[in-house]
């Protein structure tokens, strides 16, 4: 089946710093989906790109949609301690049907204040 | 609030139990998914269901059963067979149509 591999698997940054992480497949997708996972909750949708190219933010996340449509980016400036948790990439799976999403296995962010 | 509901958020059996989460959205929405989260293994497909009165396995099924009586409801029952029932459980649904899942917070089964 398809895959998202996802990196770094983990990362230890001080507060402050600006994080970059990405998701890439060996297939094509057509949406990307970013979540985040605070500890011991369920994911959160943190941002969705539909388009080749797109650039989208929330806040202080920037997400890009990649042009060759396997990959995506996830940024994250001026970290805050509560930016930690495990972040998840996902697209819908090929077949045509957009019930099931593929998930990548994470990048864990930990925040030293 | 719509939302959906996990319970419980700890629950603990002995080896050989059958046991069964709950998950309940009223949200209205049309799919409901049963994921399994191991640490560094991501987030791994166990079933889920389009319509009530109809359900398909994911991609680790075995040792799982689901119903879905209800559209608003989403069991899982985790039986003996499953070898290595200890993980955090993750119940999520979403409107036909668009994409992206809500997930519920989850239930952590510890089996000793």
């Known amino acids: 089946g398809q895959q998202l591999n996802q990196s770094p698997q983990s990362m230890f940054i001080q507060e402050g710093e600006d994080v970059s992480m990405n998701c890439t497949s060996s297939s094509i997708f057509n949406t990307w989906l970013w979540y985040k996972q605070d500890p011991g909750e369920g994911p959160v949708l943190l941002i969705a790109?539909?388009?080749?190219?797109e650039l989208t933010s929330n806040g202080r996340l920037t997400a890009q949609f990649g042009i060759t449509r396997k990959d995506s980016f996830l940024n994250i400036s001026a970290s805050i301690p509560s930016d930690v948790g495990i972040y998840f990439c996902?697209?819908?799976?090929?077949?045509?049907?957009?019930?099931?999403?593929?998930f990548g296995k994470g990048t864990l962010l930990t925040v030293n204040p | 609030d719509g939302g959906i509901t996990q319970s419980p958020k700890y629950l603990f059996r002995k080896e050989g139990q059958n046991v069964t989460l709950s998950c309940e959205q009223n949200l209205n929405h049309d799919a409901m998914y049963w994921y399994r989260q191991d640490p560094g293994q991501g987030l791994r497909l166990i079933y889920y269901?389009?319509?009530?009165?109809?359900?398909q396995k994911g991609d680790i099924a075995e040792g799982y059963s689901v119903s879905r009586e209800k559209k608003e409801s989403f069991p899982l029952t985790v039986t003996s067979a499953q070898k290595n029932p200890t993980a955090f459980y993750l119940c999520?649904?979403?409107?036909?149509?668009?994409?992206?899942?809500?997930f519920g917070s989850g239930t952590r089964l510890t089996v000793v």
């Open positions: 996902a697209g819908p799976q090929s077949g045509g049907s957009n019930y099931k999403l593929t």
């Open positions: 999520a649904s979403k409107v036909g149509g668009e994409l992206g899942y809500t």
């Open positions: 269901s389009q319509i009530v009165n109809d359900f």
């Open positions: 790109l539909y388009k080749a190219g």
